[in-house]
């Protein structure tokens, strides 16, 4: 039997595609496959100009070993300058640069970006948040009985958790330093059998200045395990009905 080498959410022809963490975890429910898709690695991303903004890549690979591809996909915390919103792609360079009162408590835009893969990767990112470097790499070996690769279900799962978990931007509190460190950490505490590179300097600074954000590592991971839970009885009550 040959299946298409589509995955909904990872894989596909449609482009740019931006979505909020709920709706990309709500696109791989209806799915098979993402479960099969690993993260091969993530990179912690910082913006050189401007106001610095921080933001993670993850790269998954395809469920099939026989396709040579892997899925690159940018994942954001910013205000949301429209809370209603109207599904077009809001570019991530403007939103960080929004610094008035009502950013310091606002609805968040927490996004994932389902990216081309026919772009120079570099580039393209260039186009969306300027001058920017790594700060660190995350990577992921094959599982084995002691290390254990993340599955794009997984990550969407955690996504949704730690979206939820505070909803409101807060400029002082829960910004895009707090995402992009929310996620690298509870990944870490939540999969074992990374290895990760050397630090960069630069992380949760603006212009040399520390940047305050909350802790929220532990109480996200405690979130995360009932989520899952939940998650991977709606899948299955989602394929159930599908079979019917």
């Known amino acids: 039997m040959e299946f298409s080498t589509e995955v909904p ?52 690979r395809h469920w099939n070993a026989s396709v040579p591809a892997t899925a690159r996909l940018v994942v954001d915390r910013a205000p949301n ?10 570019p991530m360079m403007y939103l960080s640069d929004i610094t008035s009162s009502s950013a310091l408590r606002t609805s968040a835009f927490d996004s994932v ?42 990550i969407s799962v ?7 978990h505070a909803p409101n931007y807060h400029l002082c509190k829960f910004q895009c330093y707090w995402f992009a460190s929310t996620i690298w950490e509870t990944i870490k505490q939540l999969f074992p059998g990374y290895t990760e590179t050397a630090w960069n300097r630069g992380r949760s600074r603006c212009h040399g200045v520390k940047v305050d954000k909350a802790d929220s590592v532990e109480v996200v991971c405690k979130k995360y395990t ?19």
């Open 226 to 244: 009932d989520e899952w839970t939940r998650f991977e009885n709606e899948a299955e009550h989602t394929r159930t009905q599908q079979i019917l």
């Open 9 to 60: 959410g990872l894989f596909h022809t449609l482009g740019e595609t931006q979505l909020d963490v709920a709706d990309w975890g709500r696109m791989l429910l209806y799915s098979n496959f993402p479960s099969r898709c690993v993260l091969e690695r993530l990179t912690f991303c910082k913006a050189t100009k401007g106001k610095q903004h921080e933001f993670i890549v993850l790269y998954f």
């Open 113 to 154: 970006l389902i990216t081309p893969n026919t772009v120079h990767w570099e580039t393209y990112l260039r186009t969306i948040y300027g001058p920017y470097k790594e700060l660190c790499t995350l990577t992921f070996s094959a599982p084995t009985s002691k290390s254990v690769c993340p599955s794009a279900s997984q």
């Open 81 to 90: 300058p429209s809370p209603k919103g109207n599904g077009s792609f809001i």
């Open 158 to 164: 955690l996504l949704f958790v730690i979206s939820r």
